[in-house]
T-cell receptor, first 117, second 111 residues
Framework: AQKITQTQPGMFVQEKEAVTLDCTYDTSDQSYGLFWYKQPSSGEMIFLIYQGSYDEQNATEGRYSLNFQKARKSANLVISASQLGDSAMYFC??????????????FGTGTRLQVFP | DAGITQSPRHKVTETGTPVTLRCHQTENHRYMYWYRQDPGHGLRLIHYSYGVKDTDKGEVSDGYSVSRSKTEDFLLTLESATSSQTSVYFCATGTGNQPQHFGDGTRLSIL
């Protein structure tokens, strides 16, 4: 069964430092997609970054990058130059199934990141 | 703005009462989803729809039903609410390989 594991319930980082949030996944499918979402204290879910299983390069979006290690089945989120506004819950998710159209997502339990001055 | 509106945003009700949550989208996306979010569980899929009148169950569908009579509206119904259904409910839309976009959530408390 497909599964997402986030082993860090909480992380602390100092402002302007980089931080890595861990995500491992389990799937037998060859085609899948990995997503990271941010949920600030206000509660909305904000899409951050996407990595396809066949993408050869690691995805990047501004200060966010995804360290994709396919053999290890890991998709860690790296936030560079942390800002106070990065304090939030972060969820890793995987698109389930080889039929892209269904696009069902499986979520990890999340990591709460706190950025301090 | 992904054009997703959830209503109500907050609701408190009593055990045994029926509850309907509404998700309205303006983007004409084919796929719509209902998730619930609970501490320690992340988001879990309740039901999803891949077209008008086409729906299917997700991971935690027991006690919930859905309907989609128009592309833009996806309703989630708790026929007889229980305290275990106290949660935050999110609606999302998707299309193919694009990331899902979420509504702002509905906080439901069942006493």
């Amino acid at each position: 069964a497909q599964k997402i594991t986030q082993t860090q319930p909480g992380m602390f980082v100092q402002e302007k430092e980089a931080v890595t949030l861990d995500c491992t996944y389990d799937t037998s499918d060859q085609s899948y997609g990995l997503f990271w979402y941010k949920q600030p204290s206000s509660g909305e879910m904000i899409f951050l970054i996407y990595q396809g299983s066949y993408d050869e390069q690691n995805a990047t979006e501004g200060r966010y990058s995804l360290n994709f290690q396919k053999a290890r089945k890991s998709a860690n989120l790296v936030i560079s130059a942390s800002q106070l506004g990065d304090s939030a819950m972060y969820f890793c998710a995987m698109r389930e199934g080889t039929v892209a159209d269904t696009d069902k997502l499986i979520f990890g339990t999340g990591t709460r990141l706190q950025v301090f001055p | 703005d992904a054009g997703i509106t959830q209503s109500p945003r907050h609701k408190v009700t009593e055990t045994g009462t029926p509850v309907t949550l509404r998700c309205h989208q303006t983007e004409n996306h084919r796929y719509m989803y209902w998730y619930r979010q609970d501490p320690g569980h992340g988001l879990r899929l309740i039901h999803y729809s891949y077209g008008v009148k086409d729906t299917d169950k997700g991971e935690v569908s027991d006690g919930y039903s859905v309907s989609r009579s128009k592309t833009e509206d996806f309703l989630l119904t708790l026929e007889s609410a229980t305290s275990s259904q106290t949660s935050v409910y999110f609606c999302a839309t998707g299309t193919g390989n694009q990331p899902q976009h979420f509504g702002d959530g509905t906080r439901l408390s069942i006493l």
